[in-house]
């Protein structure tokens, strides 16, 4: 049985949710909450959850500070993203502060069924969003044919800097600096700076 909490502002939503959740055989939802401020109070009245399905848009305590506080003090616990909120910039975030799969709200049953699964069995769901483009598996082989250059990029790219910002810390020209990405895309098999991270996160480039 999967012990899923769901963490969502939008009551009707939640509710609806956690409705169609219960009836899928093998999930089982232990409590909902409004916010991380709710959720502590939560996991101190019920049965730890498996998966912790969040939102990243809430008052008082929002899904990054969420997800920054369950790392910390329930690490077990695996976050699954489910918002409306579709940006790099937001994604890199949760993923560096342990979301183990990102999902937006207007996705099929289906896929968020998928989702539980592999989080549960795997550690982590692997979509177009979360990583574009690259595979689940170790891409260690890839590690020979990365230059230095391109390594100090990859790092520099798994921070909030912007690629102007990267290139003035790396005192080269914003063109290089779309070089070492195009080569990095190639390379790695990615689309998007999120690829990279989740590609530097799996190979110890950088530690959450």
């Not at 969040?54 to 918002?83: C, F, H, N, S």
């Not at 099929?108 to 979509?127: F, H, K, P, R, S």
Request: proline letters at 4%; aromatic letters at 8%; hydrophobic letters at 45%.
């Amino acid at each position: 049985m999967i012990r899923i909490a769901l963490v969502d502002d939008h009551v009707v939503l939640r509710n609806s949710l956690g409705i169609m959740l219960e009836k899928i055989p093998g999930f089982e939802i232990v409590f909902e909450a409004d916010n991380g401020l709710h959720l502590i109070r939560q996991l101190k009245e019920h049965p730890l959850p498996d998966i912790i399905l969040l939102d990243i848009t809430m008052p008082g305590m929002d899904g990054g500070e969420t997800a920054r506080w369950l790392k910390q003090e329930y690490p077990d616990i695996k976050i699954l993203v489910v918002t409306m909120l579709k940006s790099d910039p937001a994604i890199i975030q949760l993923i560096k502060k342990g979301a183990r799969g990102y999902l937006l709200k207007d996705c099929e049953t289906a896929e968020l069924i998928t989702a539980i699964n592999a989080v549960y069995e795997t550690g982590y769901y692997y979509n177009e969003l979360f990583t574009p483009g690259i595979k689940a598996q170790s891409l260690l082989h890839n590690h020979t044919s990365l230059s230095t250059r391109e390594i100090t990029f990859l790092r520099w790219a798994c921070t909030d800097l912007t690629h102007k910002e990267i290139a003035a810390e790396m005192q080269v020209s914003p063109r290089t600096i779309d070089g070492y990405r195009d080569s990095l895309f190639r390379k790695l098999n990615v689309t998007s700076r999120v690829g990279i991270v989740v590609f530097a996160l799996k190979n110890g480039f950088i530690q959450l």
